[in-house]
């Protein structure tokens, strides 16, 4: 059978109220116009009233029903007034960049690539004409004027032939004359007029036979006979120069230096050939199409990011609308802080609780929101983590630090971590700080990171927590280490707010979005690894001593 509803007559009642509450006043005055104003306090008034009504056990079902289905619809209409208005602006500025026609993007590909753009003049004037760089060099090196050439030249005064010429003719020059002197009878210290005149002076009847015998040796070194000694080396030598300044000829096609010239052309061609954009096979019109090719796939690897950050983009903004409309927002962040820290107690073996709605040790006393107790495998079983997490402007570090010190004392706890929200935490406040054995942070739910500055904090506390129960000697060394560890956390964490700075410009900046956010996750990775390697240590030594 279907229920009835149940008809109530209208009636008003006109209220004339002074609100003193700082809190109800903020959210009464992000209305600007009297009738959205006065239509959100009618509707907190009636959801006041509930709440009462509620709470007295007086509640209707069917009234419930109908500001449920009120509340829906108001909220479905908010949230598509809002996901149109953030599709039109990323719409409109994502256009200006990568639109076709008049993106910025494609007309400066389109200049650095066409073919009169700025890539090919470059290429074509060091590379492609008769005057580019590379043929001005070779023709300084290897042309009509250049020293190689002018060395090589056997028509030269200076060049290799001419002083090949010159060297040997004086030197034969110099060793005919010095010969010459030694055999000639003109000159009485030469050889040949000692010779005569021991052999005189010693026996007088061989003076013939000696006549003929020098006679016979002048005749030897004679240039005037053909087949003299002299004459037959002065021919070898003439010889050897006429195959010299023949290998040196460039009027013989066989000669060394018309090979050389031979290969310089050959090379020169090569070089002119894979150096042109005229020919489609030569390696620069490769390398060409090579990076045309790259350029492309980047662009498309570009704009499929772009996709992918545009719907992260429009989740999270919804998300982050809905969560600001709802008047239970504070909340919503407890829940979502929780369920981070209930995962990560899960996965290291560690207990959890909710207590937030609970009293503690201390009479009347709800302070501390949730409570990981360390698992009986680490090294510390048994000892107690307190959270509390706040999203509320009202809270500043020194009242962070105080309601941190009663959370400890009401729920037992040894450890302390406080987690602001970042739409309400101080201007001034680090991603990650600690004092003593309390550890302040700041977490944005909304933030790409999945609550990885809350799990960083979570192993820190472990950290600290062991710390507390075993203060040996023989831990001290690595205790030092998880402070060194907790000190290069800090230090790291300083870079999550660029990566949120970088996300608001996407198309600027994606891949350095991408490079900081996968250095950053490697090093808490390791910084990570490093601490429960330490508190493994700790464990191992704490079953060792007992």
């Not at 006043?25 to 009504?53: C, N, T, W």
């Not at 040196?248 to 090979?259: L, P």
């Not at 662009?299 to 709802?326: G, H, M």
């Not at 991408?514 to 690894?529: F, G, N, P, V």
């Amino acid at each position: 059978m279907e229920p009835t509803l149940r008809v109530v007559p209208q009636k008003s009642l006109k209220l004339c109220l002074e609100i003193s509450d700082a809190e109800v006043i903020a959210e009464i005055e992000k209305h600007p116009d009297d009738s959205s104003r006065e239509k959100y306090a009618l509707s907190a008034l009636r959801l006041g009233v509930l709440a009462l009504r509620q709470a007295a056990g007086e509640l209707d079902a069917t009234t419930i029903r109908n500001a449920a289905q009120t509340m829906l619809t108001d909220l479905g209409q908010m949230l598509s007034h809002g996901a149109a208005d953030l599709t039109s602006e990323l719409s409109s500025a994502l256009r200006q960049y990568f639109d076709p026609t008049t993106g910025a993007l494609p007309q400066r590909i389109d200049s650095l690539l066409r073919n009169d753009g700025e890539l090919d003049r470059a290429l074509r004037t060091h590379l492609a004409s008769e005057n580019s760089t590379i043929a001005q060099t070779l023709s300084a090196h290897f042309g009509e004027g250049s020293a190689i050439r002018k060395l090589l030249s056997p028509t030269e005064a200076s060049g290799l032939k001419a002083q090949i010429e010159n060297v040997l003719g004086t030197y034969l020059r110099e060793q005919r004359e010095q010969i010459l002197q030694e055999f000639s009878l003109d000159h009485k210290n030469s050889a040949l007029s000692r010779l005569v005149e021991e052999l005189t002076s010693s026996n007088g009847e061989l003076k013939n036979d000696i006549e003929n015998k020098v006679r016979t040796l002048v005749n030897e070194f004679s240039l005037d006979k053909p087949d003299s000694a002299l004459s037959r080396l002065v021919g070898r030598v003439e010889s050897a120069q006429k195959a010299i300044a023949s290998e040196f000829s460039a009027d013989n096609e066989n000669s060394a230096i018309t090979r050389l010239s031979r290969m310089l052309h050959e090379t020169s061609r090569q070089i002119d050939q894979n150096l042109t954009l005229d020919n489609d096979g030569s390696a620069l019109s490769r390398l060409k199409r090579e990076l045309l090719s790259t350029i492309q796939t980047l662009v498309i690897a570009n704009n499929d990011f772009q996709s992918e950050v545009r719907a992260t983009l429009a989740a999270l903004q919804a998300r982050k609308e809905e969560a600001n409309r709802s008047t239970m927002h504070g909340h919503a962040f407890e829940d979502q802080v929780g369920f981070v820290v209930a995962t990560e107690a899960q996965r290291l073996n560690d207990l959890y609780e909710a207590v937030g709605t609970s009293t503690g040790i201390i009479k009347n006393c709800k302070t501390g929101d949730f409570v990981s107790s360390l698992g009986p495998d680490s090294a510390a079983p048994g000892t107690r983590i307190v959270w509390e997490a706040k999203e509320d402007q009202s809270y500043d570090l020194k009242r962070a630090l105080a309601e941190l010190a009663l959370a400890r004392k009401n729920r037992q706890a040894q450890i302390g971590v406080f987690v602001f929200s970042s739409k309400t935490a101080p201007e001034a406040l680090q991603p990650f700080a600690r004092y003593g054995n309390d550890i302040v942070i700041r977490y944005d739910p909304d933030n790409v990171d999945g609550g990885l500055i809350v799990r960083v904090a979570y192993s820190v506390a472990r950290a600290l927590a062991i710390r507390e129960n075993h203060e040996t000697i023989e831990s001290e060394q690595a205790l030092r280490v998880i402070e060194a560890v907790a000190v290069a956390i800090e230090k790291q964490l300083d870079h999550l707010d660029q990566i949120k700075t970088w996300a608001d410009t996407v198309r600027n900046n994606g891949e350095k979005i991408a490079d900081r956010a996968a250095r950053l996750r490697t090093d808490l990775a390791k910084e990570i690894e490093a601490l429960e390697f330490q508190v493994n240590g700790l464990k191992n030594t704490a079953a060792r001593a007992a």
